[in-house]
């Protein structure tokens, strides 16, 4: 599978977690979006220096001694930074939807979806 079309599935997928959870109403829909593709990106292990959605790698792009994103920046016009309470929370909605997903029928429908593509990604 191409990875660009690797990071597409993901990001969509994060994307579409979101909608089940109402603290998301607080985000405008290109935080979110911009967030669903820097956590697919770190996830996919495609940003140079990554070691995941930390705070502290997104501190550090405050004080600049982390990789910058200027391809995301410059289509979203956000800095990662900017982007640090969507993106843990997407994160943490990620983890949580691993361990409800037999129970919540939402999450599973979901996963299911997501799973049933050609490519698994580590979702289902």
Known sequence: MDRDFS???????????T??????????PSRIAASAVLLAKWTLDQMRDSVGPSSEVLEQEKNGSSSENPTLEHYTNYKA???????????????????DATTNLS????????????VCLGIS
């Open 7 to 17: 990071l597409e599935f993901l990001a969509n997928y994060l994307a579409e977690l």
């Open 19 to 28: 909608l089940l959870d109402y603290g998301f109403l607080k985000f405008f």
């Open 107 to 118: 999450l599973k429908a979901i996963r299911e979806k997501y799973s049933q593509q050609k």
């Open 81 to 99: 930074l900017e982007l640090k309470t969507v993106v843990l929370e997407i994160h943490r909605i990620q983890m949580d939807a691993k361990e």
